[in-house]
């Protein structure tokens, strides 16, 4: 279900920057560049610009509410309960302990008479 979940959000964020950028700014937008100026014939300008609108708001107002299922109920990882070391934070209980001093080894006497 996450991973529909996800390619839906996928599919409605590459819709909404399609729509983003079919807006006319004052460089006069990507509705420009690829033809899209001729959507405005159809509607009308105002009709365009008033759909180019409604369907931005439309579409961030999806994309939001996919991100927030998507976190609240179905994210991976969530059901667990576990918490991390950083969490628990807190002191070592037990320090690890010092080793105990090494002595050299005696010195073996060495025939020194040959």
Do not use: H, W, Y
Request: proline share 6%; net charge positive.
């Amino acid at each position: 279900m996450f991973s529909v979940l996800v390619a839906v959000e996928i599919i409605v964020s590459i819709l909404l920057i399609i729509v983003i950028l079919m807006q006319n700014s004052k460089g006069g937008g990507l509705a420009g560049s690829f033809g899209g100026a001729s959507v405005g014939t159809v509607f009308g300008v105002r009709r365009t610009a008033d759909f180019l609108s409604r369907a931005t708001t439309i579409l961030a107002t999806l994309f939001i509410v996919l991100c927030l299922i998507a976190n609240l109920f179905f994210l991976p990882g969530k059901a667990t309960g576990k918490s991390s070391i950083i969490q628990q934070g807190g002191a070592p209980t037990s320090m690890p302990q010092a080793l105990p001093p090494t002595s050299k080894p005696a010195a073996t006497p060495t025939n020194s008479g040959k």
